[in-house]
Structure formats: structure tokens, C-alpha cells
């Protein structure tokens, strides 16, 4: 029995100015074990935050179903945390206040609530930034507290769409590292969008590869990349290159000519 | 005159002059010196003829006599106590029904033509009626500032109210917050420097209107005063009341909402200045 299982989802909008619909998923079917580490990969258009936003609860879907445990999904729920590529961090709240926000809409008591986000926010390493509002960190960091505000929820889901993409390249490949300690400390079952694909290998025991209009399941790759992982290793890997080549092309065969043009200069622009 | 033992341990001399500095009164008033030496300056050259134009030591002197008098104090509690009237009922009403109509698409929909018909029907539009109702009162003035202060009140809740982000109120949803919760934890404190905006232009809108009601309903307080003196031709009172109205309108700002804003919106990263009306995204 898997942990997380997508049936045959799909997701047709109306485009309201020309009055079509227009499909963005088509009849994808995966799923997801407990404490696995899955990436979604695939060109912008190709629906993989629509994905996210599914199984979020944020929008319905057209078709399908997805089974967590074993019971269906409804609307958004603390079992299902989100990472923003925007952090979405509450301003108003300190950085204790952000990750303290599950456990309190779970009732726990005050000094429950306390003792988990202490401990989370040592997790991701932001011991002395408890009373610290969110502007006055920088972009890392405060995906550092987005990452903490869902894990002391203890969600049986982390879904992270795109979580890296708004921070530089040199935070990035640190908060990607620091992602895998706390996931091999902990191993919460992780579902992670993202279009960058050395960050879909580096992090992932599965990468998931969409194709786009419409978006459909073009591979399910597992990365048998050995544990633990840090770039400095990975960087002159042939394993690793080879994997990443290989996803790199099945991402311009899946995508038309313009898009794999466009994608590939994206790519160039990625690698150190 | 250098005294070494100076350089390592400031005189009391200088140690007033660094505090002058650093005195939030004198850096409040230096902007206005050139606009005073300019004043001085048409003044002393005879432009206009000194019925037109008062100088400012006329100025002064007038204000110290409205001030001796009683004159300038009594206007002055009646014409906040007005304001401070207004300013209550008008964040008494504006705020809940600025929130009852942002909460659901249905009530906005309903409301919305009626919120831009009577923000059309301006405040002083209101007053030949309000007299007729309730002659010269303090119920009229009243009417006209909450009035004024309502609607900016409302349109800015509405707006901000969309302008919280969606990925913050998915966040919440998705750690566990209800529907109340999203209200009270996210979309409250997320629409606050709407609030705080509302508030302030609300406000000066209210204070302006005051004015306005004051020469028209006419018994007494600061817009009385300065209408009064334009009957009897004395054109340094007038001068008096608008350096009156602005000083008001500062302190009411400096001691009432920037120190609001600077615990709340400002401390959160919300806004960047009290002054710039920019909401940082």
C-alpha cells in the first residue's frame, strides 16, 4: 500500500478570453512511499504546480483521485504541508510565532506548542532568531523557517513547490544540503515541484518527468545516487551526469521545438 | 579657543548643540525656516498691502493674543472634540462594515454601487440637508466627519483585504487554520496597513471636512474662527487658523498614528515609511 497514490488525474481549465479548455494534466498516475523523497520535474507549462496544488487541496481536480494513507483527500489540512516558492511566512508573526502556527491551530498546549518549534527551528539551524520577524532574514533563511513552520505540523505529506527558486545559486546548493540532513534525519515523505534538474537528481529517490501541453508522465526515474549526498561529491560524478543528460533529454523530446530551445539555455544558465 | 580637553570630552556647549541636533522639534521645524524667511521676505517688501498679508511677527503676536484671550483654546476644544466625535463613530462604523463587505463576494457585490454613489455624494453636499435635520448642531458636524471618514475607510479594507496574499492564506489552511482562524490569524493583521492607510486618509479627509462644516454651520471652533476674520477683514487670524490646522494635523499624525504604525505594520516589514503611502510586496 502506498503512502501517497495519484490515479489517472487530470485537470482541464477554461481559458475565460478565448473561451477553450484547455488541458493541463492528462491521466497521470503515480504514487509516492512513506519517507520517500520524489521530485516533479518538467518545463514551465507543463502543470507540475498544478500537481501541487491538487493534492494541496487548493483547487479541485477534473478527473481522478488521490488516496493518502488511504482515505481520499479533501481541502487543504495540516496532514499536507506546503513550502512556498514565496515562503508565505505570516510578517506580522516572530520567526517562534511562524513555526508555533501548526501546533496551535492543533490545540496543543502553550508549552507543547514552544517546545516543538524550538525544536524545529534547531533543525534548520536558526537557534537565536526565535523573536526575529521574517524581513530581517535573509531569503534563505526565512525558507530556513518555511521548512521548520511545516515540519513541527508533523504532516504526513511535505509538498515544496519550487522552494529554492527565489534565493541565489550559492544559498540554494546550501539549503538543498541542509534539505537532505534533515530529511535523512527525520525522513518525512517529501514531494517536491521544481524545473531545475541537478536539484531534482541531488535531492530526490525518484524523479518524476512531465512532459508539457499537456502535461503527461513521461518517466518515473529512480536515483540510485548513494546516501549521503553533498555537491562537492556530485559535481564530478559520472553517475550524476549521466542521469541529469539523460532527464535533460527526454525534457526536450517531451517538450516542442521553441520550449526545448527556451529550456536548454535555462539549463546552461543553472549549471556551475 | 581649541581646548584639546574639549575634542575628548564635549563641553556642555556642545553637548546641548549635538541634542539640538538630534531633537526631533528642531528637525521638524528646520524645513519650515526658508518657507518663513520667504513669508517674512514678501512681507517686508510691500507686494501686498499689509491688509492683504500679514507678516509674521503679526502673525505671532495675534496668536499670542488668541491664545491670552481664551479665544484660540475654546475654538480649538471645540474643534477637535468635533473631530474626535467623528473620528470614533466613523472607525466605529467604517471598520466592521469596511470588513462585512470585503468577507464575502456576495456582500461586496451588493454594496459596492451604493459605496461609489455615496463617496460621489461628497460630504459638504450632505450639510444643507444636515441643517435642515438637525440645525447648527454638534450632530450635524458630526454626520459630516464620519461621513467623510466611512468610506476611504471601507474601500481600503476591501483592497486590502484582496491584496493579502493568496499563498499566506493557503499556508495557514494547510497548517491547520479553519475558515475563522484564516480570518482572525491571516487576513486581519494581513489587511492592517489598509487599515492604517484607511485610517490616515480617513482622518485627513475628516479634519478637512471639519473645516469646511465649521464655516458653513458656523457657531465656533478653528474654520469658524478663520471665516469670521475674513467678515471683519482680519486677514492675520486667517493666517493664524491655517498654521493652526497644520500644526494639529502633524501632532495627530507624529503622536497618534506613527507610533501606532511604527509597533505594527512597520516593525512587520508591512510598510517601508509613515510617509510614503508605497505597501511593500
Not at chain 2, 519650515?32 to 517674512?40: C, E, T
Not at chain 2, 466613523?90 to 455615496?118: N, T
Not at chain 2, 486667517?238 to 506613527?258: E, H, P, R
Request: some cysteine; aromatic content about 10%.
Amino acid at each position: 500500500m502506498s503512502h501517497l497514490r495519484i490515479e489517472s488525474l487530470s485537470k482541464v481549465y477554461v481559458d475565460e478570453y478565448r473561451g477553450e479548455n484547455v488541458v493541463a494534466l492528462d491521466d497521470i498516475s503515480f504514487t509516492i512511499e512513506q519517507g520517500e523523497f520524489v521530485s516533479i520535474l518538467g518545463p514551465s507549462g507543463c502543470g507540475k504546480t498544478t500537481i501541487l496544488n491538487i493534492v494541496a487541496g487548493f483547487i479541485e481536480p477534473s478527473g481522478g483521485r488521490i488516496l493518502l494513507g488511504d482515505k481520499p483527500i479533501g481541502g487543504p489540512g495540516p496532514d499536507r504541508g506546503v513550502v512556498f516558492q514565496s515562503f508565505a511566512l505570516f510578517p506580522w508573526k516572530t520567526i517562534l510565532g511562524n513555526v508555533r502556527f501548526g501546533p496551535k491551530m492543533a490545540k496543543r498546549s502553550r508549552s507543547e506548542q514552544d517546545r516543538v518549534a524550538r525544536e524545529f527551528i534547531e533543525l534548520v539551524g536558526l537557534t537565536g532568531f526565535e523573536d526575529r520577524y521574517p524581513h530581517e532574514l535573509s531569503g534563505g533563511m526565512q525558507q530556513r523557517v518555511g521548512v521548520a513552520r511545516v515540519l513541527a505540523n508533523d504532516p504526513q505529506l511535505m509538498l515544496m513547490d519550487e522552494p529554492f527558486a527565489s534565493v541565489d545559486a550559492q544559498t540554494r546548493m546550501k539549503l538543498q544540503e541542509d534539505l537532505i540532513k534533515v530529511w535523512e534525519e527525520r525522513h518525512p515523505t517529501i514531494m517536491l515541484i521544481t524545473h531545475d534538474i541537478e536539484e531534482a537528481v541531488f535531492l530526490s529517490d525518484r524523479v518524476i518527468v512531465l512532459t508539457s501541453h499537456p502535461g503527461r508522465l513521461n518517466r518515473d526515474m529512480r536515483i540510485d545516487l548513494p546516501r549521503p549526498r553533498q555537491w562537492a561529491n556530485l559535481v564530478r560524478d559520472t553517475r550524476f551526469s549521466e542521469i541529469t543528460h539523460e532527464i535533460m533529454g527526454l525534457i526536450m523530446q517531451g517538450s516542442g521545438n521553441a520550449d526545448a530551445e527556451q529550456e536548454q539555455e535555462a539549463v546552461g544558465e543553472a549549471s556551475p | 579657543m581649541l581646548d584639546p580637553n574639549a575634542l575628548a570630552q564635549p563641553t556642555p556647549a556642545q553637548r546641548i548643540g549635538r541634542a539640538v541636533v538630534a531633537n526631533g522639534v528642531v528637525r521638524t521645524l528646520a524645513p519650515f525656516l526658508p518657507i518663513v524667511f520667504v513669508w517674512w521676505a514678501v512681507a517686508a517688501a510691500g507686494i501686498f498691502p499689509p491688509a492683504f498679508f500679514a507678516s509674521p511677527a503679526e502673525v505671532v503676536a495675534r496668536f499670542g493674543e488668541l491664545i491670552y484671550t481664551g479665544v484660540l483654546p475654546g475654538y480649538l476644544v471645540d474643534s477637535i472634540t468635533r473631530l474626535a466625535y467623528g473620528a470614533f463613530f466613523g472607525l466605529f462604523i467604517g471598520i466592521p462594515l469596511g470588513y462585512l463587505v470585503g468577507i464575502s463576494r456576495y456582500a461586496r457585490r451588493l454594496s459596492w454601487p451604493l459605496l461609489l454613489f455615496f463617496q460621489a455624494v461628497g460630504d459638504i453636499a450632505w450639510l444643507p440637508l444636515l441643517i435642515i435635520w438637525f440645525g447648527f448642531s454638534l450632530t450635524s458636524v458630526t454626520f459630516v466627519i464620519v461621513y467623510t471618514v466611512v468610506f476611504p475607510l471601507m474601500v481600503n479594507i476591501v483592497a486590502g483585504i484582496d491584496a493579502v496574499p493568496r499563498d499566506m492564506v493557503r499556508a495557514a489552511r494547510s497548517l491547520g487554520a479553519g475558515r475563522t482562524r484564516v480570518w482572525l490569524d491571516v487576513i486581519l493583521p494581513g489587511s492592517l496597513p489598509a487599515v492604517v492607510t484607511g485610517i490616515r486618509t480617513g482622518l485627513g479627509y475628516g479634519w478637512r471636512a471639519l473645516i469646511a462644516a465649521e464655516i458653513i454651520v458656523g457657531t465656533s471652533g478653528i474654520g469658524f474662527m478663520m471665516f469670521d476674520a475674513r467678515r471683519a477683514g482680519q486677514v492675520t487670524e486667517v493666517f493664524v487658523g491655517m498654521i493652526v490646522l497644520g500644526i494639529l494635523w502633524y501632532m495627530t499624525d507624529s503622536m497618534v498614528l506613527a507610533p501606532v504604525e511604527r509597533e505594527t505594520v512597520e516593525r512587520w516589514g508591512m510598510v517601508r515609511r509613515p510617509e510614503g503611502a508605497g505597501v511593500a510586496r
